[in-house]
């Protein structure tokens, strides 16, 4: 999963942006055996502590956190950025019905 932030030792607060399905996200890793977070930046362990009633995962519950600025793009990252509905578009255009396009036009959409 991608979030906006995560400490070092893996609590990931909630957005403070939330939509209604902030939490999917959530549901979805408690129910994965493997949970690895990719963050827009990391903060100190105090940040999230002071965050704590909006804690969405807690450190116990992720396998690693890796840094990964923009790594919600072209998708949007609510309170941070908006999805690129031309990149999206450009996307679902090239793949069309043939799903042997898509890893390529991915790679493309990712170089973007």
Do not use: C, W
């Not at 607060?13 to 399905?21: G, I, K, N, T, Y």
């Not at 072209?74 to 690129?84: E, I, K, Q």
């Not at 990149?87 to 898509?102: K, Q």
């Amino acid at each position: 999963m991608h979030a906006d932030a995560a400490d070092r030792e893996g609590n990931v607060p909630r957005p403070e942006q939330a939509d209604f399905l902030f939490d999917m996200d959530a549901n979805l890793a408690r129910a994965s055996k493997t949970v690895i977070v990719t963050v827009e930046r990391i903060v100190e362990p105090a940040e999230t502590l002071a965050a704590n009633r909006r804690t969405l995962l807690f450190g116990f519950e992720i396998d690693a956190v890796v840094l990964q600025p923009d790594g919600a793009r072209p998708t949007a990252l609510p309170g941070r950025y908006s999805s690129s509905v031309n990149a999206l578009t450009h996307y679902l255009d090239t793949v069309g019905t043939d799903p042997e396009r898509a890893a390529g036009a991915m790679d493309e959409l990712v170089k973007q």
